[in-house]
């Protein structure tokens, strides 16, 4: 497995992934995100502030086992590894890489899915994103 950057064909699996993935774990928003995160996603993605990377396939490149998205101050946008492949480091593995390191506290600007002391939900660091995308 690799830890690289996101190519523009990666955009296709990643923007997909967030949006489900969010709604999901977002019950009493569901039909607002289906409808509008759409947008927010590709704000941030086309943010100058936003570093994205991939885990994808030795063997086939276009194959993304995990992806992080988070912002140049250290802010974690979102992070998701298919379910059959989570339990095994994955998401550790690709914020680590988004972020530079792993660290104790982590500031998200999405609401994180499970209890976490790790995990900090700060959605002011996402309307700093979206303030510098427009």
């Given at each position: 497995m690799i830890t690289r950057a996101m190519r523009p064909e990666d955009r296709k699996f990643i923007v997909p992934t967030w949006v489900r993935s969010f709604a999901d774990y977002a019950p009493w928003s569901r039909r607002a995100v289906l409808n509008g995160h759409w947008s927010v996603c590709d704000a941030i993605l086309d943010s100058d502030d936003t570093r994205v990377v991939v885990l994808a396939s030795d063997s086939a490149a276009r194959t993304l086992h995990a992806w992080a998205v988070a912002t140049s101050?250290?802010?974690?946008?979102?992070?998701?590894?298919?379910?059959e492949l989570r339990g095994h480091?994955?998401?550790?593995?690709?914020?680590?890489a988004a972020l530079g390191h792993y660290p104790q506290h982590i500031d998200v600007t999405h609401p994180w899915?499970?209890?976490?002391?790790?995990?900090?939900?700060?959605?002011?660091?996402?309307?700093?994103?979206?303030?510098?995308?427009?």
């Amino acid at each position: 497995m690799i830890t690289r950057a996101m190519r523009p064909e990666d955009r296709k699996f990643i923007v997909p992934t967030w949006v489900r993935s969010f709604a999901d774990y977002a019950p009493w928003s569901r039909r607002a995100v289906l409808n509008g995160h759409w947008s927010v996603c590709d704000a941030i993605l086309d943010s100058d502030d936003t570093r994205v990377v991939v885990l994808a396939s030795d063997s086939a490149a276009r194959t993304l086992h995990a992806w992080a998205v988070a912002t140049s101050a250290g802010a974690l946008h979102y992070a998701y590894v298919p379910p059959e492949l989570r339990g095994h480091g994955l998401a550790r593995r690709a914020i680590t890489a988004a972020l530079g390191h792993y660290p104790q506290h982590i500031d998200v600007t999405h609401p994180w899915p499970r209890a976490s002391d790790r995990f900090q939900w700060v959605p002011y660091a996402l309307l700093q994103t979206a303030r510098n995308a427009a």
